[in-house]
């Protein structure tokens, strides 16, 4: 756990220095925070037509090279895009984020877009949520200076989310990106209250 832990808190570091330096986000920034972010994972399960596959090692920045699906709430399984799809669909992922659209967008929209997106393509074997949380929290570093995180007990909500992206349904997303900054900013409060009481 210790060498995962490290592993985000490398990657996130890229991110804020792509923040405070005004970096727009890249393909390449991306395979670097996704090779942080699994440079201490061994092992990973793809979940295929024919059921869970064991893979190891993980390869940290480089796109899958086998077809993956989500699990959904009743048991179904939603296909991700195909391996041979991955790289075109993360380029024009990319190309999406350099409109004017998406530049005017609060940093909520942009974070739920990321997370959406990245899902809807899986472009990696493994870390994809990670990963995009990762490359989402550059809007919130630049605009509230903390990270989007994703709690343990947050988690289950994150992927009811995820899954009504699935069906075109993105409030849901949006909203829940809304809650992440929100609680960001009320955490570090709290903290400094409790600083300040204890002083």
């Known amino acids: 756990m210790r060498s995962l832990d490290e592993g985000e808190l490398r990657a996130h570091a890229l991110v804020l220095e792509a923040a405070l330096d005004g970096t727009e986000p890249s393909e390449e920034l991306f395979a670097k925070i996704h090779n942080e972010l699994c440079s201490g994972q061994q092992t990973f399960l793809v979940t295929t037509e024919q059921g869970e596959v064991l893979q190891q090692p993980i390869p940290g920045g480089e796109y ?22 991955a790289a075109a669909e993360t380029e024009r992922f990319f190309g999406e984020l350099s409109t004017d659209a998406f530049r005017r967008a609060h940093a909520s929209v942009k974070a739920a877009y990321i997370m959406s997106a990245v899902s809807a393509i899986h472009p990696f074997s493994d870390g994809n949520g990670r990963a995009s949380r990762v ?56 903290i400094m209250a409790g600083l300040a009481s204890a002083e």
């Not at 630049?142 to 343990?152: A, D, H």
């Open 64 to 85: 899958k090279t086998l077809a993956n699906h989500a699990v959904m709430s009743d048991g179904s399984l939603h296909p991700y895009a195909p391996p041979e799809r």
């Open 135 to 190: 490359l989402a929290s550059l809007y919130y570093y630049r605009e509230i200076s903390l990270p989007l995180v994703v709690t343990n007990e947050q988690r289950g909500i994150y992927l009811e989310v995820m899954e009504k992206s699935y069906r075109s349904e993105f409030k849901p997303v949006v909203g829940f990106a809304f809650r992440l900054g929100a609680d960001a900013m009320i955490m570090v409060l709290d």
